[in-house]
């Protein structure tokens, strides 16, 4: 019955579904955290909400304390929560990410915070609010954010960009740096048969 943006669902192993959204933790504008639900049906949620996660870092809490845009991102059995954090509209809006290693995703303990993890530069700002997809021949990774051309507040300016990323030794994932706007990228990897 309150404010809730940027739904997302998280399948479980077993079959069972969890949504995931920001919300306000009252009914007034401030503050933006992150919540969880199980489901018992892919259009129904079963419980009241669990709080994950409320911004507490210097990198959430820019212009506004702000964690939104959870998306799922998986490899090998870990579980990894992309959130975006801080106003959406400044130089400042970057990702964060939550870190689930035992699959109690209703258990907030469960799930390490780390960030930031992917931040603006001197040419890309504010960048955040991302969706991960395979190569056409599954053997990439990209991640597709948007971003600010300019540092001064305002949406106006933000264009959806893609750029391909990696993992590291521990199994984490490596976003590296946001490309410059207009940087021409190698495309997706495909293969072809002859």
Request: glycine residues 10%; hydrophobic residues 35%; negative net charge.
């Amino acid at each position: 019955d309150g404010w809730a943006i940027d739904g997302t669902v998280l399948p479980a192993a077993d079959g069972t579904l969890y949504f995931i959204w920001s919300g306000w933790p009252g009914c007034v504008d401030g503050m933006q955290q992150l919540y969880i639900a199980p489901m018992d049906s892919p259009t129904k949620i079963t419980a009241s909400r669990t709080l994950l996660t409320t911004p507490t870092e210097p990198w959430e809490r820019q212009a506004m304390p702000i964690c939104e845009g959870p998306e799922i991102l998986r490899h090998r059995e870990r579980v990894f929560l992309v959130f975006s954090a801080s106003g959406s509209w400044t130089r400042h809006y970057c990702l964060g990410m939550l870190v689930n290693d035992d699959g109690q995703f209703l258990r907030p303990s469960s799930w390490k915070k780390v960030g930031p993890v992917f931040t603006g530069v001197d040419s890309v700002f504010g960048v955040g609010h991302c969706s991960f997809i395979p190569s056409p021949d599954g053997t990439e990774e990209w991640i597709v954010y948007h971003a600010k051309e300019v540092s001064t507040n305002g949406w106006e300016d933000r264009s959806v960009r893609m750029q391909k990323f990696t993992w590291d030794a521990a199994g984490y994932p490596e976003f590296g740096k946001p490309v410059a706007p207009h940087v021409p990228l190698p495309i997706p990897s495909e293969s072809r048969y002859y």
